[in-house]
Antibody
Framework: QVTLNESGPALVKPTQTLTLTCTFSGFSLSTTGMRVSWIRQPPGKALEWLARIDWDDDKFYSPSLKTRLTISKDTSKNQVLLTLTNMDPVDTATYYC?????????????WGRGTLVTVSS | EIVMTQSPATLSVFPGTRATLFCRAS??????LAWYQQKPGQAPRLLIY???TRATGIPARFSGSGSRTDFSLTISSLQSEDFAVYYCQQYDDWPYTFGQGTKLEIK
């Protein structure tokens, strides 16, 4: 059974750096063609893709957030990390990690339950 | 960046009837289009990929069609559990982009 679970602080202050962890099971990010992405959703709003990391450590970022985002993986721990610097109240959102399990295509076949991050002083 | 536009924003329908939701891309995405269902407090669930292929475990009452810029999702006979928000997403190129969602509500 494939599961993904996001973890991290529920509250961060403006200008701080957010670090989130996606811990997954049921698949390996060392498998050729496997990818994991981070996606966020502000309260009551639409989904926004943030970043992707591939089995071969290729990384892709949303152009609008590229200067603030870093994605990394620890294959031995089955974890993907996301850091977002210089947090602002507009970054308040539920942050999801999602598997991209189809080696040919880039849709999100399985999602974690998400973690709500509030940015406030 | 490819902009995805969904319509209508809200669709009110009776249970047991058919609903059709629409998604338009600002440029061709071929058939690289996915649909997701999201219920309150839950993560999105993949329904359709490749514009028309149902994901594992998705009932046959869900069907997708379209190509290039115009797509639709049809739910043939609405069940109570189908009332939710639906999002389309293009994966022709990154950044992957989502529509703003269509809320399907009970009439």
């Amino acid at each position: 059974q494939v599961t993904l679970n996001e973890s991290g602080p529920a509250l961060v202050k403006p200008t701080q750096t957010l670090t989130l962890t996606c811990t997954f099971s049921g698949f390996s990010l060392s498998t050729t063609g496997m990818r994991v992405s981070w996606i966020r959703q502000p309260p009551g709003k639409a989904l926004e893709w943030l970043a992707r990391i591939d089995w071969d450590d290729d990384k892709f970022y949303s152009p609008s957030l590229k200067t603030r985002l870093t994605i990394s993986k620890d294959t031995s721990k089955n974890q993907v990390l996301l850091t977002l610097t210089n947090m602002d109240p507009v970054d308040t959102a539920t942050y999801y990690c999602a598997r991209m399990g189809d080696p040919k295509y880039w849709y999100f076949d399985l999602w974690g339950r998400g973690t709500l991050v509030t940015v406030s002083s | 960046e490819i902009v995805m536009t969904q319509s209508p924003a809200t669709l009110s329908v009776f249970p047991g009837t058919r609903a059709t939701l629409f998604c338009r891309a600002s440029q061709s995405v071929s058939s690289y289009l996915a649909w997701y269902q999201q219920k309150p407090g839950q993560a999105p669930r993949l329904l359709i990929y490749g514009a028309s292929t149902r994901a594992t475990g998705i009932p046959a009452r869900f069907s997708g069609s379209g190509s290039r810029t115009d797509f639709s999702l049809t739910i043939s006979s609405l069940q109570s559990e189908d009332f939710a928000v639906y999002y389309c997403q293009q994966y022709d190129d990154w950044p992957y982009t989502f529509g703003q969602g269509t809320k399907l509500e009970i009439k």
